[in-house]
């Protein structure tokens, strides 16, 4: 009989499993003060007139959903939909217009929550791009039927430049769970 480690004997965790699944890393949970803290940073960043270009990535959108999927009782569809009103008010567009996208976001972060902590940052980017994208379709619908003409494709841009920054995103907002089970690990 092979050893449990020998290459003879694959582990039971590599059997059936993609490269991108991994199931063991599933994180302590984040600091409250600091879930709400990257919040309200990217609400602010928000405020800044580089937003105007209409391709522009959502950040707080993706903070919102990021932290929607792997903090649902800290952030979930009241804030997204809060800080959509606010947005909404700042951008004095058609008033509720981001509060629905962000409301729409989080509820898919929420639905895909438990399945998309199990794979990489990069796969659940590509879950995420269907959410982003009908989250910001919705209200370009009715503000063409409100309007009485389409806007244009430049948001979609805008979506996949949102997906594309999710991972950079993760990688950020996860930094002090990462610091706290090194320094755990090393230490036992």
Do not use: K
């Given at each position: 009989m092979a050893p449990p480690n020998s290459p003879a004997r694959p582990s039971r965790r590599t059997l059936?499993?993609?490269g991108n699944v991994q199931p063991?890393?599933?994180?302590?949970p984040a600091h409250g003060a600091f879930v709400w803290g990257t919040v309200l940073l990217a609400w602010l960043l928000s405020m800044l007139?580089?937003?105007q270009w209409p391709?522009?990535?959502?950040?707080?959108?993706?903070?919102?959903?990021f932290w929607s999927a792997y903090e649902p009782r800290r952030i979930g569809m009241f804030t997204a939909f809060i800080f959509g009103l606010l947005?909404?008010?700042?951008?004095?567009?058609?008033?509720g217009g981001h509060a629905l996208a962000y409301t729409l976001t989080a509820y898919g972060a929420l639905a895909l929550s438990r399945r998309m902590?199990?794979?990489d940052l990069w796969s659940q980017a590509l879950h995420m791009l269907p959410v982003f994208f009908g989250a910001r379709l919705l209200p370009q619908i009715i503000l063409a039927w409100l309007a009485g003409r389409w806007a244009g494709w430049d948001w979609a841009l805008?979506?996949?430049?949102?997906?594309?920054?999710?991972p950079v995103c993760g990688w950020v907002l996860q930094?002090?769970?990462?610091?706290?089970?090194?320094?755990e690990s090393s230490a036992g």
């Open positions: 059936g499993m993609p063991d890393r599933l994180s302590q007139p580089w937003r391709a522009s990535p959502d950040i707080l959108l993706l903070v919102i959903a947005m909404d008010v700042h951008d004095a567009g058609l008033l902590q199990r794979f805008g979506v996949l430049l949102t997906t594309a920054l999710w930094l002090p769970q990462r610091r706290r089970d090194d320094g």
